[in-house]
Structures are given as C-alpha cells and as structure tokens.
C-alpha cells in the first residue's frame, strides 16, 4: 500500500533524510519512533505529499510522488486521515460541525452528512458531546474527536503524529486502544511517538528513524503488557 523508494529528503538547509527504504502493508499497525528532530513529522508529510522528495519516491495506492499532479492531491489525501499532538479542532464551531465540515469540503450530499457524523461520533464515545464546543471538552476528549474526523472519509490509512503528547498516561492509552480497534478493522495505522512505554505495550511493527535513515526494530514486550 505504501513504499518508501530509496527516498532523500533535504530542507533548504538540512538534510533530514539520505535512504529511506520501507513499506507498509494494507492493515498494518506501525510505530514510528525516533528522537525529537529524527524526521518522524517529516516522513509522515512525504506520505501526504506535503514535499516532495529530493531524490527517489513515495508511492501510496496509485498516487507516486514522482508523478502526481496538484488536482489529484485532494483525492489523495481523501485516502488519508491525519491525527496531531494538538488536535487542531476549529474552535468556533461545536463538535458535530467541525466533523461535518470535512464532509462538506469534500462534496458530501448533506443527507449523507448527518449520518457520518453520528457514526464517527458515536465510534469514539462521543455522541453526547455532539453540541458541545472544542474548549469544553477534555485533551482526550478533543483527540477523540480527532479520529473521529480523521475516519470520516473511511481513509485507507491513519497517521498519528504524536497523538498522546499532550495526555496523561491513562488517557494517552485510551487514545491507542481506539486507533487498534479502528486497526482491527482493516485501516492501517502508522503512529509517531517517542512514548517508548506505550510502544512496549503493543503487539505491533516499529520503524525507527535516526541517521537519515529507517529501521525496522522490535523492543522488548514490557511485564505489564
Ligand atoms: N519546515 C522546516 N524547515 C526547515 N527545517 C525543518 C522544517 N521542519 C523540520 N525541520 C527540521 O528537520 C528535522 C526533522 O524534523 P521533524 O520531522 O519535525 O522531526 P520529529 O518529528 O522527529 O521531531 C529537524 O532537524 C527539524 O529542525
Ligand atoms: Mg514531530
């Protein structure tokens, strides 16, 4: 579903990555680990095609980074939902439109909308938060509702970036048992974290990023697993 091509990628005055080279499968689980500034964001906006490689290429689906064109962007990122440390929920609007905004972005006939939104809502526990607005609702609440949007095009694949940084460790694994569950379900998942405790916990592959480059790793299974 997803190859990484001998990819380098370079900011104008640095170079984050000289070989990246992986996949991921459909109905993958992967933590991306790394230290804070490894490239784990950077990676993870190669996928959505934010920028572009410097050398080599990312293919997701049919889309290559090496041919796609600006008008098929939005249909790539229809494939993709992005979840972030800090939620960015429109603050103005209450929780039920900021999940049916999406939808009206992309096209969606408004008998349908209703319908998504109570779904994805109801996915997450949320239901009765619908009317609420972002500011009365709690960190693991508003990331709730994060992957509630994030699922509400049925995407292909979730990317994660840091998603429990702001959360307390009981939450932050509320937040991971959601995403398994959604998992489980057949959408891939790739989560970057540098909460090593979290990943310890989970059956699940992890890609490490340090030197420019990717490695596949496997960590020691913590007791309380
Ligand atoms: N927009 C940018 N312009 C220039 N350099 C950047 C930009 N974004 C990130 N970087 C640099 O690229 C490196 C990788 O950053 P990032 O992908 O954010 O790492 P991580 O998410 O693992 O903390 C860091 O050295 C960072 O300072
Ligand atoms: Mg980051």
Redesign the pocket.
């Known amino acids: 579903m997803l190859t990484f091509n001998r990819v380098e990628f370079s900011?104008?005055?640095?170079q984050?990555f000289k070989d990246l080279h992986f996949t991921i499968d459909q109905g993958d689980f992967t933590f991306l680990i790394?230290?804070?500034?490894?490239?784990?964001?950077?990676?993870l906006?190669l996928i959505y095609m934010n920028i572009l490689p410097t050398a080599g290429y990312v293919q997701f689906g049919e889309f290559s980074s090496d041919s796609i064109t600006p008008k098929q962007l939005p249909f790539l990122r229809r494939k993709i939902g992005i979840v972030f440390q800090d939620f960015k929920l429109l603050s103005d609007r209450n929780i039920f439109d900021n999940l049916a905004f999406v939808l009206h972005v992309t096209g969606t006939p408004s008998k349908l909308i209703k319908r998504k939104v109570l779904f994805a809502l109801s996915d997450v526990g949320l239901t009765h938060k619908q009317t609420n607005m972002p500011n009365q609702l709690s960190g693991g609440e508003k990331q709730r509702v994060a992957i509630a949007r994030a699922m509400i095009n049925d995407p292909m694949l979730i990317l994660a970036?840091?998603p429990t940084g702001n959360l307390d460790p009981e939450t932050s694994l509320e937040i991971l048992n959601i995403l398994k569950k959604i998992n489980n379900r057949g959408t891939s998942v790739l989560f970057?974290t540098h909460n090593y405790d979290l990943v310890k916990r989970t059956e699940a592959k992890i890609i490490k990023?340090s030197d420019g480059k990717a490695v596949r790793v496997t960590l020691k299974k913590s007791a309380t697993s």
């Open positions: 900011y104008t005055n640095q984050v790394g230290k804070s500034g490894a490239g784990k964001s950077t990676l906006q970036d840091e970057a990023v």
